[in-house]
Every structure is written in structure tokens, then in C-alpha cells.
């Protein structure tokens, strides 16, 4: 393969055709070479417990919140200033790269928020602070990010399930990088990119919060027995009655409300690279499914654990928060899968009850406080199988309004869906840009 085709670009900008090749470079050669720990891994787990978690105070960057190209500010734990000056090694500050060590994907990167002022890295989190006189941020943010790198990374990653690197290994990661003016070119045309995503995103955000508070009003308030609004033929259908979510349950069905496996039953070595796909917490979004996290099993593993299977089209309760007890429902695409340890499942009697209903109250704010003080735990809550059966809730006299609410709610959720698949396929589009505007590795 010839040195040309390796360090130039598919697609490159008028003015900088003539400029020649790129050059390469080690990542670590990127760095800023005046800040302590430019290029610094987080704590060993020993050095940072869930022991010294707070409910407030720094917060810590675990690997969930390291989103393929975004962050990701679901999940919440944080520590306290004293553990994080112990820790200074591995804090992380707002504007710096956060790289990961571990997939999926492997080596994926995001920019620490600016609302972040300061945080502690969980173990698998590695902090970049980019030599901004040479280097463009946004340029090297956007390399580690594309099909290129990520490919690099990948190879460099050992495991057969779930890829790691080690900081010494991403170190030597190579790079082919222009002068800065070219940088700095390519970025501001992909962050144009980016604030195009992050405005659909705000869309979406509205679209998010417009539904939080129309249920509000669609469902009875904490000591109420109607809602504050009821669709016009349902005025006169008395009121809402007591039932507990076991209550709701298809008792035709099997293991119709039950929970995952212990941990020591479904361990790291039973994962595949391929077969049934395991529900992981994090999978289990608020009010939606997150796909991104994909681990999976063998069938004859999925058998041993029939129990703690679930099916498409079922909903999915979180034991543990952040928030505890928030539901989705298992997309149609993923006809069977088996549940991790925090995960319940619920199968409704659709004969008595709209299981989009069902779904929608346990998912609204009246709800989710009830399970909150049924929950243990002073950081990160949990709740277990007993005291969720008991979880009461109010449903109407007619299944004909529970479908009513249900079919207003999830036509908002179209709407909603809408947008999601629209910024998705806005992400598809910068990455194909990314693929034409950074040179491809050969060797």
C-alpha cells in the first residue's frame, strides 16, 4: 500500500489539497506535557469502594457515562472532596477528553461537560488533556472517535467478549494528524455537525418533559382517587381503585413476576460474542430501552436460567437505581433474552389490563416515589422482588380508559421515537463524514 494512500485524506478542503501528507503520531504525543497527569487512568477498584460513595459532593465518571462520542449524564454517584483529594491522580476536569478502557466500544471518548467542574474517574475511565498550542481538542477528540482509531484500539484490546486496553497500549495508539490550521477546519465542520445533534436533541429533551407532565395530570395524585384530568366519556365511571402491581400479573403464565440470577450464576465467563442477548441495568432505561450495551450468552446457558428469561414485548423493572424502579419494555427485535441480576419481569394479564398503561403508571412520578421509600440503600437504591409486588397502584374501573391514557401517552411516544431515529440518523451521517475526512490506517 503506498505512503500516499495512508496519510491523506478521502476528502479533504479546497485550501489545504496542496499541504501534503499527514503526519503521524502517538497519542501520547498529543498530550500537554505541563499538566501532571495528562494521560492518567482511574483508581484501582480497591482504592475507590462504593463504601466512599455520598449523595452529593464530586462527582464520579463511571463508564457508563462515557457515551460514543457523548456523554452520558444518567447515571449519577458521586464522593466526597476529601476521597477526591486522595484521588487526585484520577481527576478529571470539565472541557478534558475522558477515554475508556473497556467496550463497547473499546476506547470510545467524550468531553467532560462544562456544568462538571471537577470529578473522579472510576477504574476504567483514562483522562486526556490535549496540547491545545499544537493541537486542535476537538480534532483529536474527533480522531479517537472514528471507524480508523476505534478499529486501531480494537486490536490493540485484549478479551473475547468484552475488549480492554491498557494505558500503555492506548499510549502508543497511532494517529495521522495535519498542521493545525486543517485541524482546526475539520473540526469546526463536525462540531457544526454536533450542534446540529445536540439541537434535536433539546427538541427532544421538550418532547421528554411535555410527556412527564401531561402524566402527571393523567394519573390520581398521592391520596387521590381520580386523576386531575379525565378524558370526557370516563367523567362519570367513579373512582380509580387500589391494586398491587402482583395483582396485575398474567397468572397463566409462568414466572410472570420474577428477577434475574444471582451474580454467581451468571458470571463474566458465560458471556459469548454472539446468542442471547443478556438485559444489563444499564439497558434498562427510563421509560426506554438502551441498546448500546450488548452482552450475550449461550442458549444452553439461556435454558439453565429459564426462570430469568424475558421475552420481546414484556416490561422490565430495575431493582437498583439511578432511578430504582423505572421500567421499559423489551423491543420487538429481541425475541428472548435472559435478565442480569437487577432486572424483574413482568408479564400483565391483557385481558383485564392495557399493559402500555401498566408500563406508563410505573414509570410515572407518583410511583417512582412510592418505590423510592420502599427502597434501601443511602447512595444508590435498591428494591427487592417482595416489596416491588406490594408497589400500589391506581388503575381505572375500565380497561377501555386505561387504554385511552395508554394511546395518548404512546402516541407521544412516536413523536418521540420520531426524533430519536432523526438525531440517530444525524450521528450516521457525521460518521460517515468522519470515515472521508481522516486518512485510513493500512498497516
Known amino acids: 500500500m503506498s505512503k ?56 464520579i465518571i463511571q463508564l457508563q457515562n462515557i457515551g460514543d462520542g457523548e456523554f452520558n449524564d444518567d447515571y449519577k454517584i458521586y464522593t466526597s472532596e476529601e476521597k477526591a483529594n486522595e484521588l487526585l491522580s484520577c481527576n478529571i476536569y470539565s472541557g478534558e477528553i475522558i477515554l475508556s478502557k473497556m467496550g463497547d466500544p473499546v476506547g470510545r471518548a467524550c468531553i467532560i461537560p462544562d456544568i462538571l467542574k471537577r470529578c473522579v474517574m472510576a477504574s476504567d475511565g483514562i483522562r486526556l488533556v490535549v496540547d491545545e498550542k499544537r493541537y486542535s481538542k476537538y480534532f483529536i477528540y474527533s480522531l479517537i472517535n472514528s471507524i480508523h482509531i476505534r478499529t486501531a484500539i480494537e486490536k490493540k484490546a485484549t478479551g473475547s467478549t ?92 409462568k414466572w410472570n413476576f420474577t428477577g434475574g440470577p444471582f451474580g454467581s450464576n451468571l458470571k463474566a465467563s458465560d458471556y459469548t460474542t454472539e446468542g442471547i442477548r443478556i438485559i444489563q441495568l444499564q439497558n434498562i432505561g427510563d421509560g426506554e430501552f438502551n441498546n448500546e450495551y450488548k452482552i450475550y450468552t449461550s442458549k444452553e446457558k439461556a435454558d439453565e436460567l429459564l426462570s430469568c428469561n424475558i421475552y420481546s414485548d414484556e416490561i422490565i423493572l430495575s431493582k437498583m437505581g439511578d432511578p430504582v424502579g423505572r421500567a421499559c419494555i423489551i423491543p420487538s427485535y429481541l425475541n428472548r433474552c435472559v435478565m442480569a441480576s437487577d432486572g424483574i419481569r413482568l408479564v400483565v394479564d391483557e385481558k383485564k389490563y392495557s399493559k402500555y398503561f401498566i408500563y406508563s403508571i410505573i414509570n410515572s412520578k407518583q410511583i417512582r416515589e412510592a418505590i423510592e421509600k420502599k427502597s434501601t440503600g443511602s447512595t444508590r437504591k435498591r428494591i427487592g422482588l417482595d416489596e416491588l409486588k406490594g408497589i400500589e397502584l391506581m388503575i381505572p374501573n375500565t380497561i377501555k380508559e386505561q387504554q385511552k391514557i395508554a394511546s395518548c401517552l404512546s402516541s407521544l411516544d412516536a413523536l418521540i421515537t420520531a426524533q430519536t431515529e432523526k438525531i440517530e440518523q444525524l450521528k450516521l451521517h457525521k460518521k460517515g463524514l468522519m470515515q472521508g475526512l481522516f486518512p485510513k490506517i493500512n498497516d
Request: net charge positive; proline share 4%; charged share 40%.
Open 4 to 59: 500516499k494512500t495512508k496519510l491523506i485524506p478521502e476528502l479533504r478542503f479546497p485550501e489545504f489539497v496542496d499541504e501534503g501528507e499527514w503526519e503521524e503520531k502517538k497519542l501520547i504525543e498529543t498530550t500537554e506535557e505541563r499538566v501532571k497527569w495528562s494521560f492518567a487512568g482511574g483508581p484501582f477498584g480497591s482504592n475507590l469502594k462504593a463504601t466512599d460513595y455520598t449523595k452529593e459532593g464530586i462527582r
Open 162 to 253: 468484552r475488549k480492554r486496553i491498557g494505558l500503555d497500549e492506548l499510549k502508543a495508539v497511532k494517529l495521522i494528524i495535519p498542521q493545525k490550521l486543517e485541524q482546526q477546519k475539520i473540526a469546526s465542520c463536525l462540531s457544526s455537525l454536533d450542534e446540529m445533534i445536540a439541537d434535536q436533541g433539546q427538541k427532544l429533551d421538550l418532547l421528554k418533559d411535555h410527556k412527564k407532565g401531561l402524566m402527571q395530570k393523567l394519573f390520581p395524585q398521592e391520596g387521590e382517587k381520580v386523576p386531575k384530568y379525565r378524558f370526557k366519556e370516563f367523567e362519570k365511571d367513579g373512582e380509580w381503585v387500589e391494586k398491587k402491581i402482583i395483582e396485575t400479573t398474567d397468572k397463566k403464565i
